[in-house]
């Protein structure tokens, strides 16, 4: 079966959002010219596991483009937007993706998507090589590398990397300096509070707001909170982290008395169990929980449902638990993604520049295949510089080159 969407029929509606971002996608539109004239993805199959919305489908005809034979999923079943996944599905692609989909078809649409024996993976969140590597090695065979999006995709493959058993290499996509400075910061920033605010309709001015963990995402977010006129409070488990958290101007403390005083908690940690029954014994009534992390186990759902008397749909995307003692707690989009589960994700000016990191990381896979080692590698230099140039060149922007005369200046030391 070449795809498995809700409905066909939706395509138009989705062409139409694919087409819009396109609009604000430059970066994308050079390098769906570049591919169409090269064909660097000539005979390549490509799979692909990125969250399916308009942003992620024009990466994928920017690849098919280039040759790449395309499959398609989701990396997570409330961002796939089904419209967009018949768009796809319409111009030919494999794919494998339904908007709220079962746990037990999500990740059997993971498996349909590798069933192409790709050559390259571009994941994200690790779902991708998880299966293959678990499950179905059987499908590995041609597999010359792959690319990694996200912070957790890549803690992932570090793991299986120490442990000896990464067989590919794969590209760390987020620790590219034009993934985390912009993406990351500028991208999960907005877009979260997009996905917040879209979903309660309530005011952040006035509300203390509580982000846990403060890497690029969480200063991101910690910024646009600030922004919009909220007292922002930060909880860390990084010492250097938290130093900075209190030189921006935040409060750092412990989640256990961060709970007592917070209207907003926002995770994005990357780990388990961060806010659980204790902190949630504490809040007050009315407060609000939601994850900026890839996977919904930041906030315990185990241990609110046990807390709750009552459980019930307060509002769209909104679950509401009632605590013994009458109050109500607030969980968006059932802990997962936020930006994406209540919202459309990243701005697609700040995708444009993480997907140009993609599609420029899966071209160094095939260019550079055989000669690469196992392991998780760095985009490299030239490709994050290039994205950078491209973007500024977008901006009518130019800079300053060194002279020679300051080349040989740097490269000295005996001056």
């Known amino acids: 079966m070449n795809y498995d969407v809700k409905d066909i029929n939706l395509a138009q509606s989705g062409k139409q959002k694919i087409e819009w971002v396109k609009s604000y996608m430059p970066l994308l539109r050079s390098l769906e010219e570049e591919f169409s004239a090269a064909k660097p993805f000539k005979d390549i199959r490509i799979s692909l596991s990125v969250h399916l919305e308009a942003k992620t489908a024009y990466l994928c005809k920017v690849l098919a483009a280039g040759g790449a034979q395309m499959s398609v999923t989701g990396s997570n079943v409330l961002s796939t937007q089904d419209d967009v996944a018949a768009a796809l599905a319409a111009e030919g692609m494999r794919v494998f993706a339904k908007y709220k989909a079962s746990e037990e078809e999500y990740y059997k649409h993971i498996e349909m998507t590798l069933e192409n024996e790709p050559h390259v993976i571009i994941d994200d969140g690790g779902d991708l090589i998880n299966l293959l590597y678990n499950k179905r090695r059987d499908l590995m065979k041609n597999l010359m590398g792959g690319c990694e999006e996200t912070t957790t995709g890549i803690v992932r493959l ?44 309530l005011i952040t001015a006035g509300k203390t707001v509580v982000v846990a963990g403060y890497g690029w995402c969480g200063r ?14 930060v909880t860390e488990i990084d010492p250097i982290k938290s130093v900075e958290a209190i030189m921006d101007g935040f409060e750092v403390m412990k989640m256990g008395q961060a709970a007592e005083k917070g209207d907003i908690f926002i995770t994005v940690t990357g780990c388990k169990k961060v806010i659980i029954k204790e902190h949630m014994e504490k809040m007050k009534d009315g407060a609000i929980l939601c994850n900026a992390g890839h996977f919904n186990v930041e906030v315990d759902l185990n241990d609110i449902e046990s807390l709750a008397v009552e459980i019930k749909e307060r509002r769209q995307n909104i679950k509401g638990y009632k605590m013994a003692d009458g109050r109500w707690l607030n969980v968006l989009a059932e802990g997962r993604l936020v930006n994406l589960a209540s919202g459309d994700g990243h701005p697609a000016e700040i995708m444009d520049m993480s997907f140009a990191l993609q599609a420029l990381g899966a071209k160094y896979i095939v260019d550079n295949r055989g000669k690469l080692e196992n392991k998780v590698i760095s985009v490299p230099q030239e490709v994050d510089q290039r994205v950078a140039r491209m973007k500024l060149s977008n901006w009518g922007i130019e800079i300053d080159e060194l002279t020679e005369e300051q080349r040989v200046y740097l490269a000295s030391w005996n001056v």
Not at 180 to 190: A, E, I, K, S
Not at 220 to 233: P, S
Request: glycine letters at 12%; hydrophobic letters at 40%.
């Open 220 to 233: 991101g977010i910690a910024m646009r909170a600030k922004g919009l006129g909220a007292k922002v409070i």
């Open 158 to 201: 570090r793991a299986m990397e120490a442990d000896g058993v990464l067989e590919n290499p794969m590209i760390a996509v987020n620790d590219a300096y034009c993934k985390y400075l912009f993406d990351n910061r500028y991208g999960t920033g907005q877009s979260v509070w997009d996905g917040i605010n879209r979903t309660t309709n």
